[in-house]
């Protein structure tokens, strides 16, 4: 995995997303400001508001030099800052202050606050790869099916953190119709039902369900992974593959890599995805394709 060093970092904005984890973020400014400054290091902030926040951001870092900007909140605010640097020198930094935090786990940023701006000091420049799902920024993982319906309720529920997410996954589990996928990549083709169709840059979901194991963020390269119908008896046995690093060994599972996909799902004009956790309807056939190491990210030196 390509790794370089980086000057020193004195200039740092802060991503603040107000409602990520359901974590109240009041005195997390002061515990930044302070943590930076005691250390010589300048911590501003940028507050996001849900609307137009992308427009804001790019016209902010375009008006203000930083040496690095943090993603502070869960993978959506680092899918929102990451497209904002994409493609540019400036570096994304993870404060991992969401529900999942998928992306951060992926790069083994520590999931406590002072030990991920220790990153500031001591850390590695990563150039990764991304994705562009139907036109959209993807930097970790997105996906149509059982997740995406999942991830829609609970975007537009009362209620965020983990335990929301695990409630509504086992609400609709029981009434979930799989619907039929056509795929054509750039390598092979598939057809048939599944369950839920994985788009994968990263390997993690923030629930540590690993969906795409031994997969590198800057190879060049993305896997389709799916999980076809089952039985309710084989459930258990596909979470634990999937909690074990063992995603493959299932007979549900397959995965297709490749670099470019077009996705069609018959009979649907518009179809449910969640692109890093925010879920969208797009057009099919969805077409997704990867930008080879276009956003640089720190990541801690002994990763
Ligand atoms: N001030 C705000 N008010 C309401 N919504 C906001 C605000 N700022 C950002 N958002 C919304 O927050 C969502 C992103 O949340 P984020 O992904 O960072 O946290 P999370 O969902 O709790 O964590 P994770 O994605 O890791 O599970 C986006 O839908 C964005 O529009």
Redesign the pocket.
Known sequence: MAAESTPNLHSLLFVL??????IDKQSIESTITDFCSQRGRHAGFF?????N?LDKLKAHLAANAYDAVF?A????????VGEALLGGKIPLGIL???????LSKDLSIPQDINGALEVIWQHQLRALDTLHVGGNFSVHLADLGFNALVVER??NGDT??PGA?IRIALQEYLSYEPATYRIETDREQFEGPAFMLTIANASTF?SNVVINPDSYLDDGEFELCLIEPFPATASLGILYHLYTDAFDTSVYTRRLRCRHASIQVPGQARVLVQV???PLELDTPVEVKINPRSLQVLTPASE
């Open positions: 997303n107000p409602i990520s984890g359901d507050h996001t508001s849900g609307e926040d993603a909140g869960g993978d959506g605010t680092v899918n929102l991992p202050l969401g529900s999942g935090n998928g609970f975007c965020r953190g997410y923030g890093d956790g925010e």
